[in-house]
């Protein structure tokens, strides 16, 4: 099997570019060559991003939960369409892709305060700066066509956790890289403008580029021929990691004979309040370092920013205006969050099983047979009935501990529906009845 061209040429575009601005800029080609390749990067993770939300590629980065994670969307089949003229999107993939575009986000912000304070002002009065800015913009589409081809000629055989694996280094590489351009932008003006100090830049600047394009013809190697280092990494991370694609869940046949969904209020006000407690009002799982960043916000700024902005503090006062509106922010991701995992699901009680099934996606989410639930129990109070409307949890102990979506005590749950009470009785009486059948046969 040959080599992939394709991949090889997309390198080039990039660094074609890269080597435009050593004639150029002379000293301060080691500035613009790091915001090529920024340029680049950006693209890189764009391009993920895409084909997780597109092609369904899950990866193994787990988003902390100090921020709205939209976790519980990792249990969701099937596709959202949202538009005639879009391919469909894999809902499973936001939490990734949110965590992905919240660390681009922040990295071109840090980037830019860079390219403000540190860049010398001469670098952006040179008529050919937006000339290489577009150039890299071009280049970085054309790597990212080139690439995506490339994986679509290979009919789209890749190991999605191989994908995440990478990611997780090139989001690395984006956290660190307004650092790493304040480094270059430091060193570029501290070296003397005498030909020796131009060299050495210049030097800098080739191992830079002649290192990428080694690094892009190794990576356009067949993955048959490469070596079995990056094998045994993924398979050590695959072994830690659930598979990225949930299993279809079986479903009985002929209709269900009644059905139940979660209570509007009750999800909406459930997206409240795990923005408020740091996640965990489904699953149990709290956010420690959510619970202090939210605890110092209040504390540290919210307070003493009130107090100073009504003695006339515009600092202080701009200060407040960021945290609520940070607050609702979380408030509106946390809703759309839950509005996304329950807004749509229906309960559905058949014959044999009880399934969820998720009228927006029109896939079922998850199905217990009756002969698989121990205990049934109804579950009311703060989070199993959200800011005490009314509404509860029924909560389903299974013999093999593999409950989908679990609680915080690992239990399947039908959540916030009107009338519990009823739903359990009825999900007891064909469970007791499931279980006496098996034991009769």
């Known amino acids: 099997m040959g080599r992939r061209w394709r991949v090889v040429l997309a390198t080039l575009c990039v660094e074609a570019v890269a080597v435009a601005t050593v004639p150029v800029y002379g000293a301060l080609s080691l500035v613009a060559v790091a915001i090529v390749y920024w340029i680049d990067l950006g693209f890189v993770i764009a391009r ?127 956290l660190v890289y307004a650092p790493l351009l304040y480094i270059a932008a430091d060193f570029t003006t501290s070296v003397p403008a005498e030909p020796e100090g131009v060299n050495t830049v210049v030097f800098a600047v080739s191992v830079l580029i002649l290192l990428r394009i080694g690094y892009g013809i190794r990576a356009s190697r067949p993955l048959s021929d490469r070596s079995d280092t990056l094998g045994r990494v993924v398979s050590i991370l695959s072994d830690e990691r659930p598979a990225a694609t949930p299993s279809l869940p079986s479903i009985p046949d002929g209709q269900p004979h009644e059905t139940t969904e979660p209570v509007a209020r009750s999800v909406a006000a459930a997206g409240f309040l795990n923005a408020l407690t740091t996640g965990g009002v489904v699953d149990g799982r709290f956010s420690g370092p959510g619970l202090s960043l939210r605890v110092m916000g209040f504390l540290f700024v919210f307070v003493p ?53 998720d009228r927006r996606l029109e896939e079922p989410q998850w199905s217990v047979p009756y002969d698989n639930i121990k205990t049934v129990s109804v579950e009311r109070g703060p989070f199993n009935s959200p800011l005490w409307l009314d509404s509860g949890t029924v909560a389903m102990a299974l013999t093999d501990d593999t409950a989908p979506m679990p609680d915080e005590k690992g239990r399947a749950s039908i959540l916030f529906v009107t009338d519990p009470e009823i ?13 006496r059948h098996v034991r009769f046969q």
């Open 48 to 174: 993920t991003m895409v084909r997780q939300l597109v092609g369904g590629e899950t990866t193994v980065v787990d988003p902390p939960q100090a921020v709205p994670p939209f976790r519980l969307l990792q249990y969701k089949r099937g596709t959202l369409d949202v538009s005639a003229s879009l391919p469909p999107i894999y809902l499973r993939s936001l939490p990734t892709v949110l965590f992905s575009l919240s660390i681009l986000l922040a990295s071109a912000l840090s980037t830019g305060v860079v390219l403000v304070v540190s860049i010398p002002e001469r670098f952006w009065t040179d008529p050919m700066t937006p000339l290489v800015l577009a150039g890299a913009t071009v280049a970085a589409a054309t790597k990212s066509w080139l690439i995506y081809t490339d994986h679509v000629d290979r009919n789209g055989v890749e190991n999605a956790r191989e994908t995440g694996f990478l990611a997780r280094k090139r989001q690395l590489a984006v």
């Open 423 to 435: 739903i359990s009785e009825r999900i007891s009486t064909n469970a007791r009845d499931a279980q």
């Open 305 to 357: 920013g009130t107090l100073a902005a009504a003695n006339g503090s515009r600092t202080f006062q701009v200060v407040v205006v960021c945290v609520v509106v940070s607050a609702i922010v979380f408030w509106l991701l946390s809703t759309v969050h839950m509005a996304l995992t329950f807004g749509e699901i229906e309960y559905r009680l058949y014959d044999s099983a009880v399934v969820a099934y």
